[in-house]
């Protein structure tokens, strides 16, 4: 049985979507989305979208590498291989920061890609949106709103009422028909 995911308000140009962008901010929505054919510019500002978390991810990946690379190198030549040659100490962390740099590449560049994947709630083989008989101008010249109906302040008809205010040329409520496994 299929149950309502939300309303789609369907827009022309990006300077109306970027406006009903602004005024469902406004209006304290929390669980919406905005769908364009192309990036607009100031659209995160406009849904009051915080900076993204991907660069922590990407930092904790590379202090990981940088400091799997020196106890590596330490661990091998304090216990694992302890040979003295010409005097030298066991570590000294000159030596492998070739090794411990690469790591650091290395593991933020996993960082980055499994922050990504994390926050974006990656892969999404499915999506409510892609039942929408326009979905294919979503992707080529059409924009929308969407506000999903989990949202604290969704009600089927204010939320309607809401959003043809904004002068859309569509409003469609949205099923969302994923079948349960």
């Known amino acids: 049985m299929a149950k309502t995911y939300g309303y789609l308000a369907l827009f022309e140009d990006a300077p109306a979507i970027y406006q009903a962008a602004r005024s469902v901010r406004e209006a304290g929505y929390d669980k919406w989305d905005v769908f364009t054919p192309f990036p607009v510019h100031g659209m995160d500002g406009a849904m009051g979208l915080k900076r993204s978390q991907v660069p922590v991810f990407t930092l904790i990946g590379g202090v990981i590498g940088f400091f799997t690379g020196m106890g590596m190198a330490w661990f091998m030549g304090e216990f694992d291989y302890p040979l003295i040659v010409g005097g030298k100490p066991f570590f000294d962390p000159v030596f492998p920061f070739p090794v411990a740099y690469e790591l650091t590449i290395l593991l933020a560049a996993f960082g980055t890609l499994g922050g990504m ?15 929408y008989d326009k979905f294919r101008h979503l992707t080529d010249d059409k924009f929308a709103v969407v506000i999903e109906s989990g949202d604290d302040l969704f009600s ?17 409520l949205l099923k ?4 349960d496994l």
């Not at 969302?176 to 079948?179: F, R």
């Open 117 to 131: 994947f994390i926050t974006n709630r990656l892969p999404m083989h499915y999506h409510p949106v892609m039942n």
């Open 176 to 179: 969302d028909e994923e079948e």
């Open 156 to 172: 089927e008809e204010e939320t309607r009422a809401f959003l043809e205010q904004l002068s859309p040329t569509e409003v469609t």
